[in-house]
């Protein structure tokens, strides 16, 4: 199968990538040929090569901007053969930021989105697994345990609006053509590394992520974290999370990558774990896999928080035939082993 891969140079998008060129040695009938199209806004091919690298494959990949119509299409005609289906993770991801910057947000976010689905349709491919997130389940989460995917959907900042807006798009386009197929994947809360400690997470900057920050705490890049409230009707206080490991994230997209050729129309489903973890317990278990100490200072709500959030597995697991496999402990030692070995993520 050829799949084309947009942000592939990113933190999910590498790891689906060499997730997708694995799958002949873990005795998949199918094998993935990826290409990889990334403006590297926020990302350098640096993983691309550590990609190329552990899986001994050749990974296409092209500097490509979606906001240029011009060059997206270029790109798609310059293909000898069509994609059977296209991954679309390419966005503008920062929550506090898109509500500084919220025209750049939409124009990236939903410009992009529009420019790939032409040109698809165009070159007649019409098989796409977006990345949505559970940011669409806004402010409606707060008493609810384990969301399921059919809760009502709001967002509280622009970048949120993106997905939902796309998410929306997909559902028309499908209405419009029943050649359509596309599958929205609601992630929770991404963490880890592949266990090679080759690829990981490199945030530009300050990480406003929970994980990327703590871990740059025990390697002493910062100096402690603020807990963001302990205060929340949570067991200990703090906010509590679904955090799911990047390579069971890549899984989640390769059993919906096989689900496209069975499907009609769009399907919406969450990926997670369906188990919460709250801040200090994530801490406390980054400071085992580290054995580093991670002090940490108690702070006000950060405003938008819910108390918590996690994920129905259910229909993942109907749909998609797809479970998480890895536990905490497994998110933090590759994350350890990873940020350890590369303090300075891909910027040596
Ligand atoms: P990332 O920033 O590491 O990856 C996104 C990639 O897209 C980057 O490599 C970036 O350079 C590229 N990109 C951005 N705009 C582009 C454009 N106009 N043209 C071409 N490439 C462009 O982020 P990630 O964490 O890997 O997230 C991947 C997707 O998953 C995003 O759509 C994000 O919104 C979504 N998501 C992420 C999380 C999370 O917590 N990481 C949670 C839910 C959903
Ligand atoms: C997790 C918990 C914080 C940082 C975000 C986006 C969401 C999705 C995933 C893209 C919360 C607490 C955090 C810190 C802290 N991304 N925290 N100190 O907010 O659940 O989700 O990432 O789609 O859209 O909103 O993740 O990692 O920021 O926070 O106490 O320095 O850690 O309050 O309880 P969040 P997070």
Redesign the pocket.
């Given at each position: 199968m050829r799949v084309l891969v947009?942000?592939?140079?990113?933190?999910?998008?590498?790891h689906t990538t060499l997730g997708l060129l694995m799958q002949d040695k873990q005795g998949d009938q199918e094998s993935y040929e990826v290409v990889v199209?990334?403006?590297?806004?926020?990302?350098s091919p640096e993983?691309l090569k550590r990609v190329m690298e552990i899986t001994g494959k050749t990974v296409e990949y092209h500097d490509?901007?979606?906001?240029n119509k011009s060059a997206v299409k270029e790109f798609f005609d310059s293909q000898k053969q069509k994609f059977d289906a296209v991954v679309?993770?390419?966005?503008?991801?920062a929550v506090g930021e898109s509500v500084q910057k919220p025209l750049e947000y939409y124009e990236?976010?939903l410009?992009?989105a529009l420019n790939l689905l032409e040109c698809m349709r165009e070159s007649g491919c019409k098989a796409i697994v977006f990345?949505?997130?559970?940011?669409v389940y806004g402010n409606a989460t707060k008493d609810c345990d384990k969301i399921t995917e059919d809760a009502p959907i709001s967002a509280t900042n622009p970048?949120g609006r993106t997905?939902l807006f796309i998410e929306e798009i997909l559902r028309d386009l499908c209405k419009s053509d029943k050649d359509w197929k596309a599958i929205n994947l609601?992630?929770?809360?991404?963490v880890g590394a592949h266990e090679s400690g080759r690829i990981g997470?490199?945030?530009a900057g300050i990480p406003n992520?929970l994980m990327p920050y703590v871990s740059k705490v025990a390697v002493g890049k910062l100096e402690y974290l603020t807990v963001h409230g302990n205060d929340y009707p949570t067991p200990d206080g703090t906010g509590v999370r679904d955090y799911i490991h990047v390579m069971d994230l890549a899984e989640g997209h390769i059993a919906a990558i096989k689900k496209l050729s069975s499907l009609q129309g769009e399907i919406t489903v969450n990926l997670g774990t369906g188990r919460g973890y709250s801040v200090v317990e994530m801490v406390e278990a980054m400071r085992k896999a580290s054995g580093a100490e991670i002090p940490y200072k108690i702070g006000p709500r950060r405003e938008g928080d819910v108390a918590m959030l996690c994920a129905s597995t259910e229909k993942a697991k109907r749909e998609l035939g797809w479970v998480a496999k890895k536990n905490l402990e497994d998110m933090c030692n590759d994350l350890w082993r990873w940020q350890s070995a590369n303090p300075n993520g891909y910027r040596q």
């Open positions: 947009t942000g592939g140079a990113g933190f999910i998008g590498s199209v990334d403006n590297f806004s926020n990302s993983s490509l901007d979606l906001r679309h993770f390419a966005a503008l991801k990236n976010n410009t992009g990345s949505s997130s559970a940011t970048y997905k609601r992630y929770f809360n991404p997470e490199d945030p992520n």
